[in-house]
């Protein structure tokens, strides 16, 4: 397939965290460390090699960089420093602005000032509403259970869906690959494991405890999404609901703080290098769960009506958090990567109907 040659794409990355783009000189060694790669998925050298080469149609059209999970082993092991696991991550900020319609993720990630300027309208917003509402707890709290849910339909409905067809049609489309029928089905099944476990980081060098860590804050912020959104956790008196959302919460801000804390210890690969959107995604995760808890504690020792403005701080936060970080922030890696995985995965079907593997 004949593609153009874009000298700039080089430059373009740049804006999303590259630096030793220009170190590499392909001796393959990424590539022959990683536990990842395999026949048919050849990173990160056949990513660095596109973007060295300007091809921009064939980075947008690989799955390859969402299936490195940054364990940093090829970045440890470089014999030029050429530093391949930070630029596989940005690569992946990169491929977020191009599935982007909106076009907001390409200008979050390029520009901190713009990022700041949304934060602080939805602020703003947030406390607009809480005068309309004349700062009454119930009618409040009542607002803010609806705001949830229609976050959730908006965000996924007219933002990620269509970014998930755009990745589709660059990937799988576009690059005419010819999986048969049966593929589509037997990958859902990859697909809806992935989401829930990541289960093929547990084949990286950086051991099982990141990978539970993983699996931990995954199912925490899941479960703790589905105990406010859909069993209204801050107005329930069940005891089973209440206990699961303080469970489920605590998880959330614990590991979530031990990320944190890894990250400003920079004692393994992974947390050396940090995007300003590595650290808002972890804090504000935090933050979600932390604040949730609060609340809920602030509901059952009937302190909330004297502390209102805690519980206006945890829907700010949820706010940015939905409007912000989901859409257009570093949220979206873990839903393009397990889509890339199930992309990936016809990939490999079409590969092995053609004889190629």
């Known amino acids: 397939m004949n593609q153009l040659v874009n000298p700039e794409l080089k430059q373009e990355l740049l804006k999303y965290g590259l630096k030793e783009w220009n170190d590499c000189f392909h001796c393959g060694n990424c590539t022959a460390i990683c536990s990842l790669t395999e026949q048919g998925f050849l990173f990160p050298r056949k990513g ?17 960089p969402w299936l490195c999970y940054y364990c940093g082993e090829c970045t440890e092991t470089c014999p030029r420093d050429a530093n391949p696991a930070e630029l ?70 007219l933002i990620l869906l269509p970014n998930i067809f755009h990745m589709f049609w660059l990937t799988i489309v576009k690059q ?31 051991g099982s405890f990141r990978w539970f860590e993983h699996f931990l804050i995954v199912i925490g912020y899941i479960s703790l999404l589905f105990v406010t959104v859909f069993l209204n956790w801050f107005s329930t008196t ?14 959330v801000f614990v590991f979530t ?10 004692k393994r690969e ?12 972890v804090i504000w995760l935090f933050l979600l769960g932390f604040t949730a808890f609060i609340v809920r504690v602030l509901i059952d020792t009937n302190l909330i009506d004297n502390n209102l403005w805690l519980y206006i701080i945890h829907l700010i936060v949820i706010a940015q958090w939905g409007i912000l970080l989901v ?7 873990f839903l393009y990567r397990s889509f890339a995985i199930y992309f990936a995965y016809l990939k490999k079907s079409a590969l092995k109907r053609q004889g190629a593997i």
């Open 238 to 251: 069940n005891t089973i609901i209440i206990w699961l959302g303080y469970i489920v919460g605590g998880i």
């Open 257 to 266: 703080f031990h990320f944190i804390i890894g990250r400003l210890n920079k």
């Open 88 to 157: 596989m991550m940005s690569i992946r900020r990169y491929l977020t602005k191009v599935y982007d319609w909106t076009g907001l993720a390409g200008l979050f990630y390029r520009s901190k000032l713009a990022l700041f300027i949304g934060f602080i309208l939805v602020l703003i917003a947030v406390i607009a509403v809480g005068y309309v509402k004349h700062f009454e707890t119930e009618a409040l709290m009542k607002f803010g259970h609806l705001f949830e849910q229609l976050v959730i339909l908006a965000v996924f409905g």
């Open 176 to 206: 005419k690959v010819k999986a048969p029928i049966s593929a589509y089905i037997t990958g859902i099944w990859h697909l809806i494991w992935n989401v829930f476990t990541q289960n093929r980081s547990l084949k990286c060098e950086t």
């Open 327 to 333: 859409p257009f922030g570093k949220w979206t890696h």
């Open 48 to 64: 660095i090699r596109a973007l060295q080469l300007g091809l921009k149609q064939s980075l947008a059209g690989s799955t390859d």
């Open 270 to 281: 992974v947390t050396k290098y940090s995007h300003p959107s590595d650290w808002l995604f």
